[in-house]
């Protein structure tokens, strides 16, 4: 049972919008701490997306984006295409375990 | 360049004990947040452990009193020291450069341990 929760998988059409959610509770998203995501293709490390949110590193492209309101937090990518299939991952600061913690993890599918 | 390279998985019984290493290059262990981060097979991210640049540490309440993170600032290494191992403990291990709010930038390539008799 992860503190941050996700939908176990989301699908589209290349060329098409995705979105994936990430709920937290008053001791993490919902305290002001920020978002991050990662995105894990099979056999590699997780490699950060996005952080601080909505930032995006050097190199990672404009489709992907996030924003954070209230508990949840989202990951958008734009223009799917057949290279975003992999996993993704939402990651945040919880008070009351002095930790880290991530989501479950959401299968992105192209179809 | 930053580089992390974790060593010391392998196959070990379970009660047994394993340390594994990160030696980091391209800046300074001691100045950063360093975490170790483990994924159980066909499972999401775990955050185990996280060492602050002043020295605190934190842990997953899975691993509390049996896991030990540390660091040797000579060596410019992160370790976790693992002891009473349990088949639950079995994944791959990575070691990351976490910012101070908690962004993983910096992820080591993995090192798999699996606890089995």
Aim: glycine share 12%.
């Amino acid at each position: 049972q992860s503190v941050l929760t996700q939908p176990p998988s989301v699908s589209g059409a290349p060329g098409q919008r995705v979105t994936i959610s990430c709920t937290g509770s008053s001791s993490n998203i919902g305290a002001g701490y920020d978002v991050h995501w990662y995105q894990q293709l099979p056999g590699t490390a997780p490699k950060l997306l996005i952080y601080g949110n909505s930032n995006r590193p050097s190199g990672v492209p404009d489709r992907f984006s996030g924003s954070k309101s209230g508990t949840s937090a989202s990951l958008a990518i734009t223009g799917l295409q057949a290279e975003d299939e992999a996993d993704y991952y939402c990651q945040s600061y919880d008070s009351s375990l002095s930790l880290g913690v991530f989501g479950g993890g959401t299968k992105l599918t192209v179809l | 360049e930053v580089q992390l390279v974790e060593t010391g998985g392998g196959l070990i019984q379970p009660g047994g004990s394993l340390r594994l290493s990160c030696a980091a290059s391209g800046f300074t262990v001691s100045s950063n947040y360093m975490s170790w981060v483990r994924q159980a097979p066909g499972k999401g991210l775990e955050w185990v452990s996280v060492i602050y640049s002043g020295g605190s540490t934190y842990y997953a309440d899975s691993v509390k009193g049996r896991f030990t993170i540390s660091r040797d600032n000579s060596k410019n290494t992160l370790y976790l020291q693992m002891n009473s191992l349990r088949a639950e403990d079995t994944a791959v291990y990575y070691c990351a450069r976490a910012r101070i709010d908690y962004a993983c930038v910096y992820w080591g390539q993995g090192t798999l341990v699996t606890v089995s008799s």
